[in-house]
């Protein structure tokens, strides 16, 4: 039972901060298949993976020199923060690559990151929660376990692998060669980084006291980063008004429709009537082609046609003249 509990307990946190990250993403979701596909991979590939690579490095730490502490410290704040960014960061450079149309933003890149560290962190917890929780302690370790795993330190994985998809977010979205190639480096390294700190803290203190302040350390991280995605989709709303108006001169949606596509708060309003109206399908399309189109020209603007944007553009224009007569707003 105590094992049902942990698996229930440590993908039940994912899987809802994972749900969260989608509804952030208010003006163009992404593809849910792609997102699961991510988060498996951080579940199966990327934890089974690291566990492996991790206890092998390990074992052979400690073969070479006899100490139990210098395997942990290693292991800790080096092997793992390496091992563990580079697999969860390899699911982003995998849509980054093979799905590059649907990575139109540096939100986008903070989310696939996100969604993949969530599922690498909903095996990892399980594993902690039941391990060093239920078995050593019983259902109050369980308890306590699951309270600092999800809830105290419960964002750290995305937190840390968001800076690796922040950085091929501005790969994607520059012309400049030395970006393209520095930034995802230089988000990889500051991932590994914040992993190796975090670990290594939280190695050095013990007690509340030290709990208490890696928290703080941690917490501040967190909230800076949602500095970084409220930016991010302020930056993505932007987008809509500046592109889709050029749609509403052109008589191609009415300005009403302009005026919702553009507020998260409107859309989703918008959306509700349409549950009552038989038109759900149609508004919730609708509304995520004009996100679709508006990022698709920004990019057109940035990078140009590189990607096949201005044929993209074309088609999407001419699905929301086929879908804005259905849209009653």
Partial sequence: MGFLVSIFLGFSASLLFAYFLYWLDRYEKEPKLLL??????????????????????SIGIFSLTGSESAAEFTSASIIAPIV????????????????????????????????AALGFAATENSYYIYNYGYLEGGWGGLMLLWFIRVILVGWQHPFYTAFFGIGLALARLNRNWAVKILAPILGLAVAMFTHAF???????????????????????????????????????QSYLRKHLLEEVNA????????????????????????LFSGRYRATARFFQVCGELAHKKQQLIKVGDEGGYAATVQNLRAELARLAPQVKV
Avoid: P
Wanted: glycine letters at 14%; hydrophobic letters at 55%; aromatic letters at 12%.
């Fill in 36 to 57: 699961g596909g991510v988060f498996v991979w951080g579940v199966v590939v990327a934890a089974g993976s690291a566990f492996i690579i991790n206890t092998t490095f």
């Fill in 84 to 115: 563990e960014e580079t697999l969860k960061g390899l699911a982003v450079l995998i849509v980054f690559l093979v799905f590059r149309h649907e990575f139109d933003s540096v939100l986008d890149g903070m989310i696939y990151a996100g969604v």
């Fill in 198 to 236: 975090h670990n290594t803290l939280a190695g050095l203190t013990s007690g509340l006291g030290g709990l208490a302040f890696s928290t703080l350390l941690d917490w501040t991280g967190w909230l800076f980063m949602g500095g970084v995605a409220l930016w991010a989709i302020a930056h993505e």
């Fill in 251 to 274: 008589g191609l949606i009415q300005a009403r429709q302009y005026q919702t596509a553009c507020s998260a708060w409107r859309q989703t309003g918008a959306r509700m009537a349409a």
